[in-house]
């Protein structure tokens, strides 16, 4: 069943209950109240009835001294028609509760009859042919006479006051309640859109539709509800894009690294099967173990590169308090020397945190894609200086230069500009991205400004505070 509807059903139910329930009370109340009033007027009657009975069973001359029966009667007969117009009926019966007089009409029933006592008036409600009475009875002592007067007072029109305040007030509770249902089942629908929103969002999303969002139509806990399951779906759309984009990252990377390992591959079993199958002369027999021993060393080189790139993905770091100079020392006594590239030093002295082994390995391969990427002659600058930031490196090249859009793919795994020229120098393009996985380490990342024919500048910035890796 529809929330709207439950609510629509509850909210009938509990008005139904509320009105039916204050309804019977209040016409009940009414009722008492009435039927308290009529009780105390058949009891007013009953003792004027029994006042007029002694006054006049006084004042009528005999010549007993004891009350004759025909006397009584002829008293309760002027009594009945002393209230003539009012419905008056009454009864009297001696001391044996034998009925001497009773008006036309009066009930039959001796029962409140035998329960009159001595100074008691005693009442009760009867009911004769569908009509209501509240019937009284007492005792009277009149001239050595022990007698019993009973009266009946109609109080049907109470009870029909009640039957017809039910009857009123059932059809006016419908009444309500069929109007207030309409306007309850807006009400409930009003209230429960906020949840048909979300569940209609959350079918979208289900069905891979992730940008999609709910209406806001509140600003209750409802519409609250609905801002937080917005916020949480932008939250996973971010997160489901990451993830796509690293699935995507890995199937690139094992379609490269099929790729570059397909390639000195078919080379080496080429040649290998050229060297058994044929005799060749010296010249050829060296040029193809050559070839195989060229490309198996490039094999070697990109598998250690790949292991260096997944062991620093994995790895935690310690970073020491290091002096630069050891770093630009190490590329001094390796570069110097050069006779083709002239490599030149500038740096300010200072002192890094930083795990010094790992940024060595940056820095040579920033200075090797440097020196491949340069023509004999050229010169490299490798220089060093304090910011605000940081402690900036920066290796800086006048050789090809890279293509402006080219800048941003460098730095994945197997990414090469040139192909022939990169793997010509043994390159397997996965020097900058093992720089970007170690640097990541440092909290920090390469930064490349490049301009083709001119040259590339590539740098990164050690933070000077420790942070952890
Ligand atoms: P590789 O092992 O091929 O050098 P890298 O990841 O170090 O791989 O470099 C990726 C590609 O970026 C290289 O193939 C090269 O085309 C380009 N590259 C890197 N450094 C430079 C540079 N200083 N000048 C021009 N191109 C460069």
Redesign the pocket.
């Known amino acids: 069943m529809k929330f709207s509807y439950k609510i629509l059903f509850c909210c009938i139910i509990t008005m139904a209950a509320a009105f039916g329930a204050g309804g019977y009370f209040f016409i009940d109340d009414v009722f008492r109240a009435s039927m308290e009033r009529e009780t105390t007027q058949a009891m007013d009657e009953s003792s004027i009835l029994q006042f007029a009975f002694e006054t006049a069973a006084l004042n009528i001359p005999s010549k007993y001294d004891i009350l004759q029966n025909s006397v009584i009667e002829e008293i309760g007969s002027n009594l009945e028609k002393g209230g003539q117009g009012t419905g008056r009926l009454l009864r009297l019966s001696d001391e044996d509760r034998t009925v001497l007089y009773a008006s036309e009409g009066f009930v039959e029933d001796t029962a409140l009859l035998c329960a009159v006592e001595e100074q008691t008036r005693a009442y009760q409600v009867t009911c004769a042919d569908d009509r209501y009475f509240i019937q009284t009875g007492t005792m009277l002592n009149s001239r050595d006479r022990i007698l019993y007067l009973e009266t009946m007072r109609d109080v049907t029109e109470v009870y029909g006051e009640r039957s017809r305040g039910f009857a009123v007030y059932r059809n006016m509770t419908l009444l309500i309640l069929v109007f207030s249902s309409v306007f309850m089942y807006f009400i409930s629908s009003w209230l429960t859109k906020p949840i048909r929103l979300l569940t209609q969002a959350t079918r979208k999303m289900t069905a891979g539709d992730y940008s999609y969002r709910a209406e806001q139509v509140s600003l209750d806990e409802m519409g609250q509800l609905t801002q937080d399951f917005n916020h949480m779906a932008g939250v996973l759309e971010e997160n489901i894009h990451k993830l796509e984009e690293e699935v995507r990252a890995r199937e690139d990377f094992i379609a490269a690294f099929s790729h570059e390992l397909k390639t000195p591959l078919t080379s080496i079993i080429g040649y290998a099967d050229l060297l058994r199958s044929r005799r060749l002369d010296e010249e050829k027999h060296f040029l193809s173990a050559n070839y195989i021993y060229t490309e198996g060393k490039r094999l070697e ?1 990109m598998s250690l ?1 790949l292991l260096d790139i997944i062991v620093s993905k994995r790895r935690g770091l310690e970073l020491q308090d290091a002096d630069v100079s050891l770093l630009f020392g190490y590329l001094k006594d390796i570069y110097e020397a050069q006779e083709d590239i002239h490599f030149v030093f500038q740096y300010e002295p200072g002192r890094i945190p930083a795990e010094i082994d790992l940024l060595k390995t940056v820095l040579l ?2 200075a ?3 020196c ?3 023509e004999p002659g050229d010169t490299v600058e490798v220089s060093g200086r304090k910011t605000e930031e940081g402690y900036l490196f920066s ?1 800086k ?1 006048y ?4 293509p402006e859009e ?1 800048c941003q793919k ?2 994945e ?7 022939s ?3 010509s ?11 970007a996985e170690l640097l990541k380490l440092h909290r920090s990342k390469l930064m ?1 400004e ?1 301009t083709p024919g001119k ?2 500048c ?1 740098s990164f910035r050690i933070p000077c505070e420790r942070g952890g890796g």
């Not at 050789?399 to 890279?402: A, E, K």
């Not at 120098?425 to 720089?435: D, K, M, S, W, Y």
């Open positions: 080189a590169r391969n920033l090797d894609n440097a491949k990427a340069s290796v090249d050789g090809v230069g890279i080219e460098i730095t795994a197997f990414y090469m500009v040139d192909k020229r990169s793997r120098r043994n390159g397997a393009g996965l020097g900058l991205a093992l720089c490349i490049s040259g590339s590539f």
